[in-house]
T-cell receptor, first 113, second 114 residues
């Protein structure tokens, strides 16, 4: 059974608008969450993370929100740009120095000019 | 630039014929990972090395083995590939004291089985 779920396989947004990508998890032991971005023919690259002691982390146009009670996190991109078009993976870790990650299936974001 | 390099980018092998995928890193990270990603699926951790210590995920098939001869290199050996092993294989690295979970990925090797 999937412990990290991204229920929307794809999302299409107009340039300049907000993109909201959602992620749900089932394991209450997860205490660190990450978003990775993947372009075609490239490996995933780290985008932003959040610890379970926080409910928000912001980095430029990217903000991640964490709702522990709902076991839900979301990535907001504002304003969206065509270069943001990629697959976004949500990942979670139950901590520990080796940082093993459980990934979701990804959401393909298309930002249209 | 420091990076994680996977060779080859595309690998074709025959059903049952052993194949080796390679990964090298210039980041000097002490942890290296191998993931399998099938089409439209989540990357799935196969195993990882913490320095020389090998850690196998419980559901990784015995058909998959790994070697890490030194800090920079890690190999994935598939002893008898089946059609179900066709996938993208991703190598990643991390440093223990860099913080939880942040991993640096290579661009992957896409394995096809004939």
């Amino acid at each position: 059974d999937q412990q990290v779920k991204q229920n929307s396989p794809s999302l299409s947004v107009q340039e300049g608008r907000i993109s909201i990508l959602n992620c749900d998890y089932t394991n209450s032991m997860f205490d660190y969450f990450l978003w990775y971005k993947k372009y075609p023919a490239e490996g995933p690259t780290f985008l932003i993370s959040i610890s379970s002691i926080k409910d928000k982390n912001e980095d430029g146009r990217f903000t991640v929100f964490l709702n522990k009670s709902a076991k839900h996190l979301s990535l907001h991109i504002v304003p969206s740009q065509p270069g943001d078009s990629a697959v976004y993976f949500c990942a979670a870790s139950d901590g520990g120095s080796q940082g093993n990650l459980i990934f979701g299936k990804g959401t393909k974001l298309s930002v249209k000019p | 630039d420091a990076m994680v390099i996977q060779n080859p980018r595309y690998q074709v092998t025959q059903f049952g014929k052993p194949v080796t995928l390679s990964c090298s890193q210039t980041l000097n990270h002490n942890v290296m990972y191998w993931y399998q990603q099938k089409s439209s699926q989540a990357p799935k951790l196969l195993f990882h090395y913490y320095d020389k210590d090998f850690n196998n995920e419980a559901d990784t098939p015995d058909n998959f083995q790994s070697r890490r001869p030194n800090t920079s290199f890690c190999f994935l050996d598939i002893r008898s590939p089946g059609l179900g092993d066709a996938a993208m294989y991703l190598c990643a690295t991390s440093r223990e004291n860099q913080g939880l979970g942040t991993q640096h990925f290579g661009d992957g090797t896409r394995l096809s089985i004939l």
